[in-house]
């Protein structure tokens, strides 16, 4: 049996290029996590690890880094795959662990996305603290100023001749080039 498993870290990402990959591969059932790929346990995971544990069972993935990041998450995930019997493909890498002469490459390619990791990370925290040093937060400026959401929070507060609200969140939010989750954020402030 051939198990797809794809993973993406934020709701933010789409997994769509994934799946589709994963069907082109003759996946049989299609597992998708959204988490971290920091986190050893995940239950869509989980899921593919159950389905694929008998030797010729195939767990397909499109890219390393979408199985797991940290180096010892992988090593034990390999070893829990040669102790099964069970291959691992790695579409987009040309990884197939069926192949000897190729397995090394599954613990070359962890590694490379655990440096991967670290490099985006020692990024992400060069960057903060050079926007600390300008005295920046590294928080995106809020959408709508003190004045729009005052005027925001009075509009929501008119009312029609019947007593109900005049106009709903949904017109309040296109009158202010926003989104309803901002107006309501704001709304809910005392």
Do not use: W
């Amino acid at each position: 049996m051939k198990i797809g498993y794809s993973r993406v870290s934020t709701r933010n990402q789409y997994s769509e290029a994934q799946h589709d990959a994963l069907t082109g591969t003759g996946s049989e059932q299609a597992c998708l996590d959204t988490a971290s790929g920091k986190l050893a346990r995940r239950p869509e995971l989980v899921k593919a690890l159950l389905s694929a544990n008998r030797t010729g069972d195939q767990l397909a993935v499109t890219k390393l880094d979408r199985l797991g990041r940290p180096l010892e998450n992988l090593n034990e995930l390999s070893n829990t795959f040669e102790a099964r019997g069970v291959d691992l493909v790695v579409s987009n890498q040309g990884i197939d662990t069926s192949l000897i002469t190729r397995r090394m490459f599954f613990q070359i390619l962890g590694s490379i996305a655990e440096f991967q990791h670290a490099l985006m990370s020692a990024r992400t925290r060069a960057g903060l603290a050079a926007a600390q040093a300008r005295e920046r937060t590294g928080v995106q400026k809020p959408k709508l100023g003190r004045h729009q959401v005052r005027l925001a929070c009075d509009t929501y507060e008119e009312k029609n001749a019947d007593g109900k609200r005049a106009r709903t969140i949904q017109h309040i939010a296109e009158e202010f080039d926003a989104t309803r989750p901002t107006i309501y954020r704001h709304l809910a402030k005392p």
